[in-house]
């Protein structure tokens, strides 16, 4: 038996992301002091389902000798007491919080099995994937003629992060996200280049820490004068001057995460996030 | 006063997506019977800013005639005390979760300001990214020689939804996919392509209702024989029977969210997902 190893249940009738989230945020409240196992069971939906991943939890809690903890989002009455009758913790998302949100809210609330999950609506889905295709069709300056559509284009230098956080922005937002790629050459001027003077307002900028980019170009293109340290610092230093010269709004990648990236960048320019 | 339109508040310490995804996901329980404003306020991790957040909950409810709803994830007291003085329904994620959590880890929660949002590692970070950048360099059977390093080949008729589904497994689990477009030449032949036998293991194939395809295609290339009624049942056909003969496991994208798709396919392939 070891106190310090638990293992964790992310169990729903949908997809289970919800679930995932909400416990791996709480989860991280404890990290460095727990070690965790963790496990994610999808379309729990029937009574035969449930039953086994009732026995799944029994046989964790055999084997570690300390109950499991389960985090879930199940919605169908009997599905939910047939999982809580297992030797675990049980953290329910839905029992939790639905009754004061019916209270709040004056209204019942569905209480359908997979209902919780399919919050993307056909129109959601269809404006995320333009926004994705969009991203894909305007990423590293491939193109530009359709800057006029973008609702915001990413600078900065080769490798700083702007396609995956392009991409994060499309998929969790629908944000219409094109992306430019700043050369030396774009450096060298004293001027922004002309096809984005003309686009300013949706310009945002990345910067990231020299000696981090470096290692990022080595693994790429190893003893590059591309990934010199030479190199990187002068870009970095480059753009770092342009968006302080031409008041372009940027931020930092080095250390964080595409989320972290994504949040401030909204919070920097103000665009709407979309609830899809 | 409309009792059928109420403000909902996501507010956090970090990028809110915690909140934001657990709100999102118990508002969906009242959809079509109440209509939702949304609004996140990330990075609340200030009295100051508290107290901006608190003066926009009141100027909502005096607006509204009703009180809003909050879903947060604060760590610190006084933070959470500011905002929780408003006049708003208050669903708290971590006030209601981490003491049970504590209890049954047996052990004390970091509460730190932002620290439940830093879930993603610096190895996450750079898991995500690699997978992110091999699901664009193997994107629509641009190479195959990476194939051998892929964890997944997705195949499917061009249009099906592909790239999303790649791009979304990469970002959210790290899992490295490729995919390739089954083209009417790969159709018409009685054999799997020979580059995708000798990965045979590796593929999955996503299919869609071939009415849904002709509309997809028709907004990219209208009028097209591409995107005609014929062409696109035979492909669907085609692909569909090829599935079958060859025993590629496979499911239907039609009006499927791309969290949906994945998690499916994680599902029947027994993928392993990467908590990141």
Redesign the interface.
């Known amino acids: 038996m070891n106190?310090k190893r638990?293992t964790i249940f992310f169990i729903s009738d949908?997809?289970?992301?919800?679930a995932?989230?909400?416990g791996?945020?709480?989860?991280?409240?404890?990290?460095s002091?727990?070690e965790f196992d963790?496990q994610?069971y999808?379309?729990v939906d029937t009574l035969e389902k449930a039953q086994q991943v009732r026995d799944e939890i029994n046989h964790a809690e055999q084997r570690d000798g300390m109950?499991p903890?389960i985090f879930d989002?199940l919605?169908d009455p009997q599905v939910r007491d047939t999982v809580s009758s297992a030797n675990g913790?049980m953290?329910d998302?839905?029992q939790?919080?639905?009754k004061?949100?019916e209270t709040?809210?004056?209204?019942?609330?569905?209480?359908s099995v997979g209902?919780?999950?399919?919050?993307?609506t056909?129109r959601?889905?269809e404006r995320?994937?333009e926004a994705?295709?969009f991203a894909?069709d305007n990423?590293d300056g491939a193109r530009i003629r359709y800057y006029d559509q973008a609702d915001l284009i990413v600078i900065g230098v080769s490798r700083c992060?702007k396609?995956?956080t392009c991409?994060?922005l499309a998929?969790q937002f629908g944000i219409k996200a094109a992306n430019y790629p700043l050369t030396e050459e774009d450096l060298d001027s004293p001027q922004l280049p002309g096809l984005l003077r003309k686009h300013k307002s949706k310009l945002f900028g990345l910067t990231i820490d020299p000696v981090r980019l470096q290692a990022i170009r080595a693994q790429r293109k190893p003893d590059s004068r591309y990934a010199s340290s030479h190199q990187c610092h002068f870009e970095v230093n480059e753009v770092e001057a342009m968006y302080r010269r031409e008041g372009i709004p940027h931020i930092a990648t080095t250390?964080?995460?595409?989320?972290?990236i994504?949040?401030?960048l909204?919070?920097t320019t103000g665009l709407k996030?979309q609830?899809l």
Chains 1, 2 share one sequence.
């Open positions: 106190e638990r949908g997809t289970g992301i919800t995932e989230t909400l791996q945020s709480l989860l991280s409240q404890f990290e002091k727990v963790r994610t999808p379309y109950p903890i989002t919605v913790v953290l998302v839905f939790t919080f639905l004061p949100l709040a809210l004056m209204s019942e609330s569905a209480y209902r919780s999950h399919s919050v993307n056909h959601g889905y995320r994937i994705v295709n894909l990423d992060g396609t995956p991409l994060y998929m250390d964080q995460s595409v989320e972290e994504s949040t401030q909204l919070a996030r609830y």
